[in-house]
């Protein structure tokens, strides 16, 4: 079946350093939804990924889709404390009309100040 | 503000009896979605609903039950054949296909 895989699963960093998690799908996905989960929080949507190739950036984040939309990325540069948390890539479940989303498994990053 | 509301954020369940976990939503969105997130793990869909009296199963539906007799509503029941639902429950929310979801702050359930 259809399936969302991130790596890797955990990763530790000292403040300052960057940090990268990568999304690979099994399937084609006509977009890719990155969300953050801080600890004991709910997942939060951060970004929206639609074309190929696609680089999108949020202040010290960047996003990528890669050509085939297959795969997708997140790296941060220069982590800070604030940037603890599990980062989750998504996208659409399945060929139907639906609305349902399939997640990977997620990223932890923890922070050493 | 607009948003979801899940409640309550803990909830104990004795052995045999069924609990129900509420989501409420104001963003007027369509489709509703219930998932379960054990430690150190992504999100499992239960169950689904594109819209008011229609719902449809997720990939680990046995053991729960919902309704959608309103488009606020969206209540999620974790009945006694579901023998392991200790974990962290999120409702979301979302105008449609391919659109980001919006999250509830989540239900913790254990078993007593």
């Known amino acids: ?113 | 503000d607009g948003g979801i509301t899940q409640s309550p954020k803990y909830l104990f369940r004795k052995e045999g009896q069924n609990v129900t976990l509420s989501c409420e939503q104001n963003l007027n969105h369509d489709a509703m979605y219930w998932y379960r997130q054990d430690p150190g793990q992504g999100l499992r869909l239960i169950y689904y609903s594109q819209i008011v009296n229609d719902f449809q199963k997720g990939d680990i539906a046995e053991g729960y039950s919902v309704s959608r007799e309103k488009k606020e509503s969206f209540p999620l029941t974790v009945t006694s054949a579901q023998k392991n639902p200790t974990a962290f429950y999120l409702c979301a929310s979302n105008v449609g296909w391919g659109q980001p979801q919006h999250f509830g702050d989540g239900t913790r359930l254990s078993i007593l």
């Open chain 1, 1 to 113: 079946g259809q399936q969302v895989m991130q790596i890797p699963q955990y990763q530790h960093v000292q403040e300052g350093e960057d940090f990268t998690t990568y999304c690979n799908s099994s399937t084609t996905l006509s977009n890719i939804q990155w969300y953050k989960q801080r600890p004991g929080g709910h997942p939060v949507f951060l970004i929206q990924l639609v074309k190929s190739g696609e680089v999108k950036k949020q202040k010290r984040l960047t996003f990528q889709f890669g050509e085939a939309k297959k795969n997708s990325s997140l790296h941060i540069t220069a982590t800070q404390t604030t940037d603890v948390g599990t980062y989750f890539c998504a996208g659409p479940k399945g060929s139907g009309n639906t609305g349902k989303l399939i997640f990977g498994q997620g990223t932890t990053l923890q922070v050493k100040p």
